[in-house]
């Protein structure tokens, strides 16, 4: 433990074990339920965001922001399975081992068939549905406070427009992460509840004397803000770059997960892909060993940008 200042920005599955079960027991489960609330606001036109909440890299929720969405007004599990009966999608895919292919259609047959059984809860996480389900898109429709997304201008209108759906039973969660590449969250609701615990970006998690992480003394931290908030249908959530989340579906739930790249993380952000890439293109051999999990992902990522950018693999320039 003295080796590892900070579990928190730790990548590996051990940590992120520790770090989860802190939230389901211990000190930092007793401290979370007087978190304080984030803050609601249902009066915010996208100036007034931008000066309150963006330029300040404010957290906030957007009270009913996107309640008269078609999505948020009609949607429920059944209509959405008429609409995508035989779309492929991968269910529970963030946990290796029950990571499962099936069509949306036998997703929500077996979201009937399981609920209540006692079962871990399924979740289908980031669900880019727009290349293969776009009939859904016209339903969630952009977002005026979003137009700031600067991956538009820097790699063309396809990559800038990967939002993801989340749809998953009663009990998923998302354990506690940071998003890659600097980008800010927006997270619409569409169905159901989610409990949001968010930290942070300078979120520290020291070990006391004993050598034990101390999860008290994250709680008691300034520099950790950790906060809680329930997101309902129609709320739009803001959440700036590299602040943590950890969501629990209080119900069975829909939200649209969206990323905005704001200029002023333009220099981190290019730093970061351009580091990823050189290390995939110098050091691959060792990152597959040091970095197991995480390496199939960067390769998926990477190539699914060079796909959206036309660029064509085979070739050094064109
Ligand atoms: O809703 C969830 O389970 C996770 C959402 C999330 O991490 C995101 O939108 O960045």
Sequence with gaps: MP????LLKRQDIDALDKVEAGFRSGPLHDALASAPELERRSDLDRARFDREFRFEKRPVVLEGYAADWPSVREWTFHN?????ADVPVMVDSYTSKAARKMTFGEFVTLLDESAGDGTSPLYLQEWYYQTIAPQLAPDMPELDIAQYDFRRDLYGEAASTNHQLWIGQRGGITRLHQDSYSVDVMHVQIVGEKLWHIMGPDAELLPGPDG?????AL???PDTRLTRFVLRPGDALYLP??????????????????KCLDAANL????HQRVGELLALA???DEL???HSELFDVVVTRARALADRMNVDLSRLRQ
């Excluded at 119900?251 to 969206?258: E, F, H, T, V």
């Design 219 to 221: 709680c008691a931290s």
């Design 288 to 290: 597959r060993v040091t």
């Design 282 to 284: 110098l050091n691959p």
């Design 80 to 84: 959405l399975a008429e609409r995508c």
């Design 241 to 258: 770059a590299r602040w943590f989340h950890r969501i629990e579906l209080l119900s069975d739930s829909i939200g649209l997960g969206r």
């Design 212 to 216: 034990e992480a101390r999860w008290d």
């Design 267 to 270: 220099r981190a952000h290019i």
């Design 3 to 6: 080796n590892e200042p900070n």
